[in-house]
């Protein structure tokens, strides 16, 4: 505020969210582009949990027949890091199939009205079986033995799951895995639970549903 003369306002850190689905499901998109006449594009869509992180288009047998240009631009992998579910998060861990497009009347289209479809039935079809997901870390943390217990207790109040114990000369390794969203300000409350005598570490542990919201 003092350089550029702006009030800014901090929020609490926020943890980036993604979505998927639990179960296998199947939408129409709609896209109507007024006109005379108007023009529909209708877009059959079908979603199916992938264990691939990024989602995977793929085209059913009557999709296979739109043309090629339109194909390419389909497939392209941008296009669907583009998708988003629902609730606005990006899509993944997904498999979309695109199985049938219909254009009503049938005059000439752009490609983009399509996507437009596409992306409306990939979002009523994930309505049905929402999973939202959250990232997962798992902690390292060495501490002396004499303040276990109260790091122990920290990580079961964040709800972490402690996978292992053991003793590291005169000191205790703890491992554990818990969501990220629960470790705000976890460097605090580990040097302050221990003195500041212990360290601690954290790694990228994949995705978990998350603890509150659509599907969990």
Request: aromatic share 4%.
């Amino acid at each position: 505020e003092r350089d550029f003369r702006l009030a800014v306002r901090m929020g609490e850190p926020r943890v980036a969210l993604v979505e998927s689905v639990r179960a296998p499901c199947r939408a129409e998109g709609r896209v109507d582009q007024p006109g005379s006449p108007p023009l529909a594009v209708r877009a059959q869509v079908r979603l199916e949990p992938s264990p691939n992180e990024l989602p995977i288009l793929e085209l059913g047998e009557e999709a296979q027949a739109l043309p090629a240009e339109i194909r390419r631009e389909l497939l392209n992998p941008g296009t669907a890091r583009s998708w988003s579910g629902p609730h606005g998060h990006p899509l993944r861990h997904c498999r979309v199939v695109l199985e049938s497009v219909a254009v009503t009347p049938s005059r000439p289209w752009a490609t983009s009205w399509l996507l437009g479809a596409l992306q409306d039935g990939i979002g009523r079809a994930a309505e049905q079986q929402p999973e939202l997901l959250e990232p997962m870390v798992r902690v390292a943390v060495e501490v002396p033995e004499a303040f276990l217990a109260p790091i122990l207790g920290d990580l079961q109040q964040r709800h972490a799951t402690v996978l292992e114990v053991e003793a590291v000369g005169d000191q205790r390794r703890v491992l554990a895995r818990a969501a990220l969203s629960r470790l705000m300000a976890y460097s605090t409350a580990v040097r302050s639970l221990s003195q500041g005598q212990a360290a601690f570490d954290v790694q990228p542990d994949g995705l978990a549903a998350a603890s509150s919201g659509p599907g969990a």
